[in-house]
């Protein structure tokens, strides 16, 4: 016990830094705001009135749903991958800048800095996650008081997820330059191919849904977890699941842990 | 009042009779000798009769406990880094509340001679303990036992001065009141008070050197690790940190190990060590060092090609310095005026130089301590960084 106290006293101060510097970056701040305002406003409020359901000339899946309000857990989901992926490159910051050293001759375990840094990445992300939902009515959503608990609890366990999963991503690059590059070529395929902004019928069969799409995309679709997560996030907020929504859990919850502890095998080399 | 008989016979009491005024520590009655001056004052000592004979009762804070032992020992450690041998078979000791100084040139294994120590990285081979624990085996004690300053700034600039020190004491565990009182202690030390709330990006060179030296001593450490840590700072701020650091080694007996290739900085050390390729090649004080090494030289730069090699072939052992320079070793004043009586009127330039350090390392290399190119890739990789700050 007597050892443990300083070491959670530790961890408050490498996550208290994260923070700080989180709230302290205004471009950070602003592309947070803004991403979805755009997503939203332009392309859901654009998209919604051709949102019906109608493939080859004929009703065959028909949603209780507006577009804005089916995107709408999507764009939370888009926004904590930015935010947490983009975490990496405060770890890369530290690498290039010594401050890294500090921390690796203090006496905190690894696992503790490291614990410390991605809670302080998640909390931004989540908080990023929770600025959308205040667009909630705009976009026809109606909220519970549960359920924005359960929504933000659930948005901290992927933002967790995403953070370790940046971590890994820094051990991997060498730039802040190459890391700017490589995040958009992660986050946007990995976004779009999560049937994120395009529905699949959950009434159908796979014969039935190749016939509406092409077989290819319906297998990146089914290969991404970030389907999965952003199918879990719809359950809660608007009561509409293509997939048994333990499947996100679970995979959100592999994802906390497995990516953590890849993350501690790259960090601080 | 402690009763005589009180004591338990445990690990760690002494009881040294024949000293006029032992102090209780803890468990351990010790002389007064063994503790430096400073450390015994009002709010931390108690007197007390002890057995007829008046005592004090030094309740000592934990951070001071001492243990028996130098404060760095090494024992033929190596250390390969890519391939190239970075360090071969150093052995060193470093004692108690001494200021020892590692000198050499860069590239000499000094950095990673002080990453080992500070348990950035495992040796390859040896024995090294810090504090009196093996670095691999009690890296956290040796971690906590121990305060470090690097060779580059590593600061968060881009938070205020208060908030990188109060950084620092959460992530060494130090409580919130006395995170409090150790950050208002060492921020009155290097004088920065005034720049509590201030960015650090937008303090100096010597302000961020400063603000490191206060944060390393924060958490009131046994050894103080410096490496190069006036690189780049001019002659006062220089002259200010070492008369910090010099009271801190009286009032509380810390440790200071220094890497430099500055000759000037090393002078008041009480030990030095030159290292040259991962080797160490002398160690002693700065007196014995010159006294035992030391030779007097003659720095000259001849008139014409035709001379210089004139003088190299009068004088093979002298050594080429530059290009252009040579250092002659000069014996007595009869040598001098021989070789003036013979090279007097072929020459350029002519400076002679006493038993020096700078001279130690001379006549042990073959070479000068600092060539003239690490001003200047130094300032290159300063501008390097500061272009690639976002």
Redesign the interface.
Known sequence: MSSF???L??I???W??EI??AT?DKGQLLGGVSRPLIWLLILGVGLNPYFRGEVFGEVRLVLPYSYLQFLFPAVIVLNIMYTSIQFAVSVI?DR????L?????????RWAVLLGKVLGGATAATGHGTLVLILARFADVTLTAPQVAQAIAYMFALSFALTCFGVVLAGKVRS?EGFGVFSNTVILPLYFASSSVFPLDPSLTRTQLVASYPEWLIMLIYANPITYAVDALRGILINFNQFPPHIGFGLVGIGMIGFFLWALRSFGR | MIPAAGFPNRQGLHFTRASPRPYICGLSLRPPEEYGRGEVNQTNCQEADFAGRSISLLIQPHETAERAGPAVRVEHLSLKYGGQVALDDVSLSVGRGSSFALLGPNGAGKTSLISVL???RDADKGLVEVAGHDVCRAS?QV??S?G?V?Q????????SAE?NL??????????GRLRAEAIDRVLDLVELTGWREAIVRSFSGGMKRRLEIA?ALMHKPQILFLDEPTVGLDAQTRARIWAYLNRQRRERGLTLLTTTHYIEEVEDADRICIIDKGRIIAEGTPGQLKRELGQSFLHVVAATPADHAALLAAYPDSHAVSPEALAIPAGDEDFVAGFLARFGNRLREMRFEGPTLEGVFLSLTGRVLRDRTDGEREAQRNAG?RA???
């Open positions: 106290l300083p070491i006293r530790g408050h101060g490498v208290l830094r700080m510097r302290r910051w290039e800048f010594g401050f050293r500090e921390i690796l001759v203090s006496p905190m375990p802040f | 500070a348990t950035l956290r971690r906590l121990i470090m690097f580059d700034p590593s600061l968060d600039d881009r938070l908030e109060d950084f620092h004491g959460r992530v060494y565990g130090i409580p944060r960084r690639g700050r976002r």
